[in-house]
Structure formats: C-alpha cells, structure tokens
C-alpha cells in the first residue's frame, strides 16, 4: 500500500514570493490534515478536511496560508505571501473516517523562506 | 483538550527497556492516550493507542493507571534505530471524530551502544 505522497520535498524561495504544496493520501482515507512543524517542536495542526469539506481551520492564518480539496483526494496548501517565519516543514496526514488517533504521515515539504 | 507534559530527552543503551512517561492531568472521559514515533526528515508514526489499563502490540507497551492522569511508553530492549522523538497525544477519537490531537514538544531518546 502506497502511503502518503507529498511534494515538493524541499522548496527554497524568496520573502514574499507565492508557494503551493500538494499532498496525495492514501487511498480511501476521508480525513485529511496538514501540520506545520517548527525545528525541535511537534507538529502543529493547520487544518482538517473529512472529504472535501474543512471541518477545522481555525489554526489557519487565512490572511496568507489557504487550502484546497476540491475531490476530496488531493490537497493543495498555499502561502502567500510567504513571510521569513514561514519556514518550516509542512506535513500531510491521512487517516480513515471514524478510526481516531492513528495518522499516517507523508514525509514533509520543508520550506526555506530567504 | 488535555495538556501533556512528558521528559524532553532521555538516554538509554542497546538492548534496554525503556520507559517513558507521560502526564496528562486534565484528561477528560472520552480522551485516548496515543504515541508517535518521529525519525529526523520523516513524518510522525503511529506506535501504540490506549484507554486504561494495559495495551500492548508488536513494538511497544503502554500501561495507564486506574486514574489516567498519566500513561508510560514502554519500548522493550531498545536498539540504536530506536533513538527518535517520541510524542505522547491525548485527545477525543470516538467515532466521527478522527483526531484532534496535539502534539507536544516530545521526548527525544537516544540509545547509545
């Protein structure tokens, strides 16, 4: 079984410069999540999506950061504009509607903003 | 949502056990204890998850006393692949609720030979 697939692995970019990630789960997972990590810190949810309807945002800056999910499959996160604190790494996570508490983790985006 | 505290590191050598321990307080009926693994330029994964007493699968152990204010990670006979992150989560996961979990600052464990 393929697991989750994201990409970019690494983006570099300049302040104020748009970017997108995009994240394909596992087949047949209706949650999905993606996850802001900050060096030596745990990941920190940004938004939740049980099929395509975001069922919890509210830790999204949404004056910059948007989201989409528009078949219920694939995700796409985009900042912008990016700003220097952005830079971290971005982590998708899928999960099967009504099994709670095991997520299965994509590899990460990490973004440098310069 | 409960709040946990655990160790931000500890050391241990090959072929220990290992236990780490977990507090959460504030722990509400409904809230399960789950542990993930992270490994450095990976993503979390998913170790161990229980309710109360004492859950145990292929790689781990996880004991949660009668009050569950707090739970222990127990990794049996730990190797050098097992130095990692290890995050302790409490958070409501019944049905239709697929996880509102947060993570902590986690534990870092580094086995040595």
């Known amino acids: 079984e393929a697991g989750v697939v994201q990409s970019p692995r690494y983006k570099i970019i300049e302040k104020k410069q748009p970017v997108a990630f995009w994240c394909n789960p596992i087949?047949?997972?209706?949650?999905l999540y993606w996850y802001l990590q900050n060096l030596g810190q745990g990941p920190e949810l940004l938004i939740r999506?049980?099929?395509?309807?975001?069922?919890?945002d509210s830790q999204l800056p949404k004056d910059r950061f948007s989201a989409e999910r528009l078949k219920g499959v694939d995700s796409t996160l985009k900042i912008q504009p990016a700003e220097l604190g952005d830079s971290a790494v971005y982590l998708c996570?899928?999960?099967?509607?009504?099994?709670?508490?095991?997520?299965?983790f994509g590899p990460g985006t990490r973004l440098t903003v310069l | 949502l409960a709040k946990t505290t655990q160790p931000i590191s500890m050391d241990s050598y090959e072929g220990q056990e290992v236990n780490i321990t977990c507090s959460h307080n504030?722990?509400?009926?409904?809230?399960?204890i789950t542990w993930y693994q992270q490994f450095p330029s990976q993503g979390p994964r998913f170790i161990i998850q229980?309710?109360?007493t004492k859950v145990t699968n292929e790689v781990a152990s996880l004991f949660i006393p009668a009050d569950r204010k707090s739970s222990t990670l127990s990794l049996p006979r730990v190797s050098l692949s097992d130095t990692a992150v290890y995050y302790c989560?409490?958070?409501?996961?019944?049905?239709?609720?697929?996880?509102?979990?947060?993570f902590g600052q986690g534990t870092t464990l580094q086995v040595k030979p």
């Open positions: 996570a899928s999960s099967p509607t009504g099994r709670g508490g095991e997520q299965f």
């Open positions: 087949s047949g997972h209706n949650t």
């Open positions: 989560l409490v958070g409501d996961i019944g049905s239709g609720n697929t996880g509102k979990l947060i």
């Open positions: 229980g309710y109360k």
């Open positions: 504030n722990i509400a009926t409904n809230d399960y």
């Open positions: 999506y049980e099929n395509e309807e975001a069922v919890d």
